[in-house]
């Protein structure tokens, strides 16, 4: 479970995409419904991102695996302080993967890895409720080809875990007979995901599966994390549609 992407690249994505979720949040009506997120109001949204920084922190400086937090618990205070709280967040989870090293091991629902797992975590969680955050507040949502590459990447690093599972068991539903589903961004290497009787499996190179989406990296992204359905029309979709949807209803976190 390996990152494309190396420690500096990932703070630097950390503070561009939680930028991004300042500017879309910042200031606005806190009871502001989150369509991606349709049970919580922003502030809720806000409070979760802002509140899973700290906890990734806290379990990066202490080496132990930590409660999830409660998302309607967090208090991200009053809109008009919700940038400062958000970079706060952030800045804080960085200082602990640089003071404690991103090498060193810590507990994670996987099992050990290095602290760096709950960097890259945070990063693609917090660039996919950018969007979440965009889409609630008509903002523009952006996000470097590199970054949203990674996400993808760090997510089926998460499925094809057999431990993960235990956290998500919807995902065990993923097994299969050798099924293959493939992402492909343009041009570029795409993703292919093979189902096996264990857990998927998963390769970067040319895409070949029994159903393809094919579409911008972002959008594959937005795709993959249930974001946006395959008939938005940002994407295109080819082979076994119904093998697409199984995946999909399956894949979420």
Do not use: K
Not at 46 to 52: D, P, T, Y
Not at 118 to 141: E, Q
Not at 173 to 178: A, E, V
């Amino acid at each position: 479970m390996t990152s494309t992407l190396d420690t500096a690249r990932l703070v630097e994505g950390l503070r561009e995409q939680t930028g991004g979720f300042v500017r879309a949040v910042a200031g606005r009506d806190p009871d502001t419904r989150v369509p991606t997120c349709p049970q919580w109001p922003l502030r809720t949204l806000v409070g979760h991102v802002g509140q899973e920084h700290r906890w990734a922190a806290e379990l990066v400086r202490g080496g132990e695996q930590l409660p999830v937090p409660d998302p309607w618990q967090a208090d991200p205070g009053a809109p008009d302080g919700w940038a400062r709280w958000l970079r706060e967040g952030a800045e804080e989870l960085i200082r602990a993967i640089r003071e404690t090293g991103a090498g060193t091991g810590t507990r994670t629902f996987t099992g050990p890895r290095p602290a760096a797992f709950w960097l890259r975590r945070m990063l693609s969680d917090t660039c996919v409720h950018h969007y979440d955050a965009a889409l609630a507040t008509d903002t523009a949502f952006t996000i470097a080809d590199d970054l949203a590459a990674d996400v993808i990447g760090e997510n089926l690093d998460l499925l094809s875990t057999p431990a993960f599972a235990a956290v998500r068991p919807a995902v065990a539903g993923l097994r299969g007979r050798g099924e293959r589903i493939g992402f492909r961004p343009g041009a570029a290497e795409g993703w292919v995901v093979t189902r096996t009787p264990g857990a998927p499996r998963w390769e970067r190179g040319p895409v070949e599966a029994d159903v393809v989406v094919s579409g911008a990296v972002a959008d594959l992204m937005l795709v993959f994390s249930r974001r946006v359905p395959p008939l938005d029309g940002r994407v295109t979709v080819t082979g076994d549609r119904a093998l697409l949807d199984h995946w999909l209803a399956h894949a979420a976190f």
